[in-house]
């Protein structure tokens, strides 16, 4: 089993229809150093889908990227 623990929540990109939202956290997956976490999650936090987890030199790599772009 995946034990994790929601220590923060960032915020919410979207919601779908069915009520999964897509949120940035920073999450302890498996007792370990807490790392951001971009994914969709249920109303309850119980299920989850596919994501990715960034440390904090790659989220702030992630977020210079993004600034860099002509949006």
């Not at 997956?29 to 969709?40: H, P, Q, S």
């Not at 119980?46 to 994501?51: D, L, R, V, Y």
Request: proline share 0%.
């Amino acid at each position: 089993d995946i034990k994790f623990q929601i220590k923060e929540t960032i915020g919410t990109l979207s919601e779908s229809s069915k009520g999964w939202k897509k949120e940035l956290n920073l999450i302890s997956w498996n007792d370990k150093e807490a790392k951001y976490d971009l994914r969709d999650w249920d109303q309850d936090h119980e299920k989850m889908g596919k994501g990715v987890t960034l440390t904090v030199d790659e989220l702030k790599k992630l977020r210079d990227l993004l600034n860099a772009m002509d949006l």
